[in-house]
């Protein structure tokens, strides 16, 4: 990967023919940009991404997979269906899912594990909840994520791991963390993954933010040391929005 990584998690948004229509609208504002771009759609718009992002630098993903290999698990979707029709990434263990859908570390960690099997890279979202960070646990509750969901991983397997540090308090309420909360959230990241791996693979390991990141405040965090890059929720369903956040990023002047 690149070191300038933008991810969009266009959640349970747009059908598979407005996706159609936002990739028209989008790949041609961003397809000259050094950067890493993807989005993460609902099941039913992969088959659009394939086609309508042939060929250029924009790749797409999922926004969840099964932790199951295969058989008689109604309604799931699993890593080599993934695979299978060109998606390289899929989020694992986003607060939302966590939060309704009550997944848990261990669940997420084969979810990953399935992912490495088919060679998707697992973009592993974690952070801490208001009520845990006003009560001093954001340390040990990112910790315990990571922990718990690379448990069992090697460390050349990390390679396909980004991890998303999105305090959930940040998620689509407008409130972002500091530039201050970000850069020491991603030190303890680093720390522990040092600590569970090695200092090569701290040094390595693709880290991104996210959390009601907007085209007026992205200036705000492009120099967050050891960074790589957003997941981007709300703007990414928004073509010029979104296009412009990247433009910003990269340091590009933003095409009105
Ligand atoms: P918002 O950018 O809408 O706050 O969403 C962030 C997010 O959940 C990305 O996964």
């Given at each position: 990967m690149l070191n300038k990584v933008i991810i969009g998690?266009?959640?349970?948004?747009?059908?598979a023919s407005q996706t159609r229509k936002f990739i028209n609208a989008f790949v041609p504002m961003v397809e000259h940009l050094n950067c890493d771009i993807a989005i993460c759609v609902p099941y039913t718009n992969l088959a659009v991404c394939k086609r309508a992002l042939k060929d250029t630098n924009v790749a797409f993903g999922a926004q969840n997979v099964s932790?199951?290999?295969?058989?008689?698990?109604?309604g799931e979707i699993n890593s080599e269906m993934l695979a299978d029709i060109g998606c390289k990434l899929t989020l694992v263990g986003h607060s939302e899912r966590r939060k309704y859908f009550s997944e848990h570390n261990s669940e997420i960690n084969s979810k990953i594990k399935q992912n490495l099997k088919y060679n998707i890279t697992s973009v592993l979202c974690i952070g801490e909840s208001k009520r845990e960070r006003t009560a001093g646990q954001t340390r040990n509750v990112i910790c315990k994520q990571l922990d718990e969901c690379l448990s069992?991983?090697?460390?050349?397997?990390?390679?396909n791991i980004v991890v998303a540090y999105e305090p959930i308090w940040a998620i689509g309420t407008g409130q972002t963390a500091t530039g201050k909360q970000i850069e020491e959230a991603v030190n303890i990241i680093r720390e522990e993954i040092a600590r569970l791996y090695t200092d090569k693979a701290s040094k390595n390991i693709v880290v991104l933010y996210g959390g009601s990141v907007k085209p007026d405040n992205v200036k705000n965090f492009i120099n967050i040391k050891n960074l790589n890059g957003f997941l981007v929720g709300?703007?990414?369903?928004d073509a010029k929005a979104f296009s412009e956040l990247i433009q910003i990023y990269v340091g590009k002047p933003v095409k009105k």
């Open positions: 998690n266009q959640k349970m948004n747009l059908t932790e199951f290999e295969k058989g008689a698990y109604t069992g991983l090697y460390e050349n397997e990390l390679e709300g703007v990414s369903l």
